[in-house]
């Protein structure tokens, strides 16, 4: 095996959009403050019935089709996302039965906002090993059923989605570069899901069963985040990633044809490029129609970009990402 090849890219979205307007009729909050501290005017939220694996099963079905590959050719399906369906099965296992991926395993993975491209990493690792040579590396959150809808602090901030790869080992095409992984666990009070878990779960009392929702105590199934925080570790963090992930494959900069950030604001975003001295025409942004799609925004950006023709073969693209544990990374693809 020579390399990774990128088959085909595909995207799941709710079709419920979420603007600043109707923000403004729920939280004491406004269309200015909203845009002028994220630059997020919409987002994508998922209705009561829906949930990551739909998104999730959207995503992965334009990618199959796109690559004009039979169900059964894939053998391996991972799923990186914190908000999966049920704490047990996977997401993964829910996609390979929606899709009749029958000779596929299937896993999630969990690095928050950062979970593609760790996702990225993994699959390069299935590859070598000899475990798997076709495989559906999806990114998939819906974060809003994880949001406290009265704290204006984080829930103008979110967006719901998936957008699924299809990567195949190639004796001929490398696709994946260079892939650079961080963590650091000592921040994990700064953004955070406190209940629901094992930790905190969800209080049953004596004789009645659980409720869905029910809040723990004093540790909510909801985000928690230090903005400030947050917003500098991840200016840092992705810089810092993004050369590191270049300089593991002789590249600069200067090479690349397209950056494409963790969409989470605006404002993240501009401070990275400007670190990175990369003009506007060279760094992709959405987050103005989605908002923080978590471990769906740059899968879903790498297809926007690469459907509207701003990324073409050849082309060197970076893709950085930066979440809650705290997590980062970086990889660099040769379209
Ligand atoms: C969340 C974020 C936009 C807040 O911006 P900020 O400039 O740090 O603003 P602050 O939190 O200091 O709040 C400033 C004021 O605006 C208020 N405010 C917060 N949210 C508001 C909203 N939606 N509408 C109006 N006012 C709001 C605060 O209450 C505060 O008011 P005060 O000064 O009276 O106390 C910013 O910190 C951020 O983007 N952080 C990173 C978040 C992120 O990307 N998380 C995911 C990472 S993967």
Redesign the pocket.
Known sequence: MTGIKFLSTGVGLPENVLTNADLEKM????DQ??TE??GIKTRRIASDKQATSDFSIAAARQALSRAGIAPETVDAVVVATCTPDHLMPSVACLVQRALGLKNAFAFDLEA??SGFIFGLACVNGLMRSGAAKTVLLIGADTLSKFTDWTD???C??FGDGAGAALLQASDRDDNLLAVHLGSDGSFTDI?NIPGGGSRHPLQRSKNAPFTTGEVAGNFPPYIH?E??E??KN?VLRMAEAADSALKKCGKTSDDLRLLIP?Q??L??IDAVAKRMKLGDDKVFRNVQKYG?M?AATTVIALDEAVQGGVVKRGDLVELIA???GLTWGAAVLRW
């Open positions: 939280v004491e909050t406004s403050w909203i501290r994220t928050a906002c204006r602090g984080t103008v901030l953004l985040m903005g400030k947050i917003f991840a963790h989470a604001n404002r993240i923080n978590s930066f979440g809650g």
